[in-house]
Each structure stands twice: as structure tokens, then as C-alpha cells.
């Protein structure tokens, strides 16, 4: 006996599962096929039917099974018996909500000897909420949720797989950790250097995103960047892959003028970091300061500093502020002015400016605690880094404080500048927190609830880009995706259009499809397979196309999926999202809604 399964299931669906029962030869007599649910599979209407084969072969029974609506994992057995045999089939499945995390955010600031209270608003489904308290020496930075956001980002280009490592580097430094923390702190950032092999190149650079063929001069140095600070903190780093990355950036970028500012400054802090500095290099580039973006100046002072300039630096910075002039060069290279702002921080901390460093930390702490203020992933990591190298020092007394929720009580006492609690969430019901603190200094706490919103509630929205989804069948006549019929193969495609008035840069349009249809790849089994037209890039998944492209402004391009609908009952279809990735003012979002698979 045989039962199948897609590769995931959505929460609240309902789906008839094939079993198959195979006969090895003629008039076996009756057999009982049946079928058992468990966790979060529930079997609806009858678990059991009796079948008499006449002859050897294949027999198909369905069952209908609903899906409960927390995620979670869902189990099944289905069973033959008959002529004094006994077959069984056991099959595991994740249950996914099709919807993203939300996260919110109370925020409270408590002197020496304070008590004061949050209710913490329990908002999603049950069994998809958690709690997470967090208090902190130096003003909040809602670490639980920013690092979430780098973790969980599901794209995987070179810039996103660093930035999602990069701050736990130095987590277990000012956080107070437990073991289990540390090590997955580890693993993450193990695991991305492990994956810097699958970016690099013949000639010792690295590529934006894997099996690409060109390099890319941010992701090169940023690969550098990234693991110098690893190997200097005590993570294994191959030293041939350094090796090549220190002597591909010393020979094509550094000094290639036509590489821009910023990523040229950029490269000489990463040679002078991993102490192979570039000295004529910089001198020739401090004689183009005046030219030169803000962050490329403050940057390079950074450069200078670590090469043990500091009065050189201090004087390319001296009066000179983090923003930029003219707000396209916040677009340079991922850029952002949260970026320009942690890499002044940065270079103040190398020159020991305390003052002008306490007001840079104090304001991106702020923007790292407004859970309205977006940044990328770029801006995360180097916001979080800078916080955290600065908060190293900072810790002052620690923190001493007492905590209640729900009915216990915890004591978070640390030397460090952080600590966090997380709290069991069980229902839906708000939690009050009663925090005080014991300690003599100020304490800022944050409360974030994290949760997911019932499926199908998102609302469409377009900010520069419009969507535009369409069906049809092999034969190019249009049709209706609500209702297939079992078996039916169909193309989507979703068209793109830039409605904004300028280019638009490393978008991604995430389509992510109903587990009652699969997709047909067929670049599988085509070694001379190539991304469509117009997409610099294609991540085909078991159960989603992520499609990455630029965009000029009254562009459009087109992205068609081949699909099946093979399992009959009834799926929810997931919102599709189309962002640019470092530019939250340009997004698009189509709605999820319920499909139906006869």
C-alpha cells in the first residue's frame, strides 16, 4: 500500500489522499484499506473501505483529510489487510501558514528601582505566537525580530547570506546567551562560510548569487568584510579562499576607477582590516575626496584608522555629517542613510570619538526599535554590527531586573549590555508584564509578540510596481485557476511593470503556489538550461519560483510557470509579492484566495 502526499500543506486545506493498493495476483479476496490521521491531519467522513480485486495490479482509494489551522507536523498511516497480510505506509508533512510573520512592538523605559507594566498583544492564530522580552543597557534595538528579518530572508544572493551571519558573530559578546543560543549562532555563521564556496569564481572573486558567471565587487569585498571579522573572533576560515579574495580586490578593485566610490573605499577598510593594507591605493583615493559621496569618505577614514592613520582619518571626517547630498548615492551598492550612518559609527568607534559615537548608536538603536522604519538587509546587518561593537564597551553596571508574565516569575541579571527572555505563549490571550528593575542604572525594555494573521486576510497594495496575473492552458486559450479538474496542465505567468520613473534595481517576486499544484522544471533535466528572458536570476523550488531582474522605468517582464493541478480538494493560493529588495517604497503585493481541485 501507497499513499501520496504533496510536499507541504497549507493550514485549513482539505485534500483527497490517493491511496493505492497493489495486488501481485488474481482473486486475493476482500482487503481493507484504511487510513489514519494524526497531529495536524484530521480524516473527515469515513477512514476505511473494503475492495474486492479480481486481478493483479493497481487499485486507488481517496480519503478526505483536513488540515488543521496551526502549523505544525502532520502525520499519516495508511494500511492494507487482506488474505492474511498486512501492508502499512507512513508519511510525515510539514503544515506551513501561508502568511508571513508579523511582529509588534512595546517599548518602556525604566530608572533605577522602577516597576512598571506592558500588555503584550497576542494577535495571530494559535500556535504560531511567541514572546520574547528584551532589556537592554543602551537604547533598545528590538534584536529578536531585526535578526528574525536577517535569518529568516528567504532570497540567498551573496549580500543576504552574509548579512544574515554577520551580527551573530558577536552575539554571545553583548548578549547574555545560553548554550543552545551560542551554538546556533555558530552554525549560522559556519554554515554561511561554508556557503562563500558555492559565490566564487576561477579568478578568486565571488558572484551576487550562486552558478553565476560574473563577479560582483560588492559581494567580493563584503565576502572579505565578513570573514576577516569571522577568523578574528575565532571561526575556521579557509585561508585559500581569503587569500584570494585579499589578492583579486588588491589587483581589480581597489584601484579601478571605473568601480564606484564607494565599493573602492570599501575595498581598501577590507585590505586594511585583514592587514594587507593598500597605501598608495588610498592616498590616491583620499586625493579624490572632495569628489567623493559621504559614505566613500567616511569609509575610507575608517580604512585609515585601521591602518593606524587616525589623524589622517579624523581629518577627512572632521565636520563632514553621514548624509549624503544627493540621495541616489544611498543607493549605491545597497546602500541606505541607516548604512551611511553605521559606517560613521563605525569609523567613530575606531577613532574613539565616545561622544559623536553615544549620539550615531543612540539614533540607529531608535531606528532598530521603530518597527515601522524598514531597512534591508544590508542596512540591518551593519546597523546591528556597529550597535553591537559599541554596546561591547558600553555595558556599564549590566542589568538587574525581575520579570513577571503569565503566572512566573524570572530573575535577568547580566553583566553585559543585553539580555533576553522568551516567553511561553499558550492561546490567544494578552499577557501582562510587570518588569522592574532592581539595578541602579536605566534599563530600556522592549516587549515584541510575534504571530501570523489567519490566512487570507492580506490586502493588495502596488508603490511602484503593478502586477498582473494571468492563466491559461496548452493551448494558449485563457482560463480560470479556481476550478481545475485533476490532472490539468496550465502555464501563470505574472507580469511586472516598473510604474515608477526611474530604473529599479534587484527586484524579486516571490511566488510561492497551492499545494494541490506542481510545478513542472523543466530545467531539471536540461543541462543547457537557461533563466528566462529578463531575469538575472531563478531559485525553482519544491513549492515556489523566486525570479530576480531589473526593471527600467515603464518596463515590463513577464514570468511563466508550467503547472499541474494533481491533487484534488480544496488550497489556499498565496499572496504574491514583488519587492525591490533594498528600496521598501517600491513593492507590490497580489492577494492569496482559495482554489478548488475536482
Known sequence: VQAALPRTLSVGETIKVPVTVITMKDNVGSVKVGIKAMDKLQVIGNDSVTINPKESGQYVEYFDIKVADVPGIGRLTATAEGAGDKST???EIDVF????????????LLKGGETKELKARIFGIDGSNSL???LSSIPSID?????????EYPYGCIEQTISGAFPQIYIDKIVECDETTKAKCVRHVTAAINRMQSFRLSDGSMSYWPGNKYASSFGTVYALHFLQEAESNGYAVPSDLKGSLISYISSNIVNDTKEGWYIRTYAAYALAAAGKPQRSAMNNLRSSANKMPHNAVWMLAAAYACDGKKPVAQQLVTGLAYTENNSSYYYDYYGSEDRNMAVALKTDILLGQNEEAFKLASSLAGRLNDSEHYMSTQSTSWAL???????KNMAGDGINAKLDAAGKAYKLS????????????????????????????????VASSTGIPPAGEEKGYSKGILLAVSYEDLNHNTIRPDTLSRGTSFIETVTVTNNSPKLIKDIALARRFPSGWE?????VYNDNASYPAGLTYQDIRDDRV?????????????????????YPGKFYMPAIKCEAMYDADLTALYPGRWIDIE
Open 385 to 391: 554590527c556597529t550597535v553591537f561593537e559599541y554596546a
Open 143 to 151: 534584536l529578536g525580530s531585526r535578526l528574525a528579518y536577517l535569518t
Open 519 to 523: 510545478i513542472n522544471n523543466d530545467r
Open 89 to 91: 505506509d507512513k508519511i
Open 414 to 445: 547580566t553583566s553585559k549590555a543585553l539580555v533576553t527572555q522568551q516567553i511561553p505563549v499558550e492561546g490567544t490571550s494578552d499577557i501582562t508584564l510587570k518588569i522592574s528593575n532592581s539595578g541602579s542604572n536605566t534599563v530600556y525594555a
Open 97 to 108: 501558514n501561508p502568511n508571513p510573520s508579523v511582529t509588534r512592538l512595546q517599548s518602556v
Open 546 to 566: 523566486y525570479s530576480f531582474f531589473d526593471l527600467g522605468a515603464g518596463n515590463s517582464v513577464s514570468v511563466s510557470t508550467k503547472l499541474t493541478a494533481t
Open 132 to 134: 520574547q522580552v528584551e
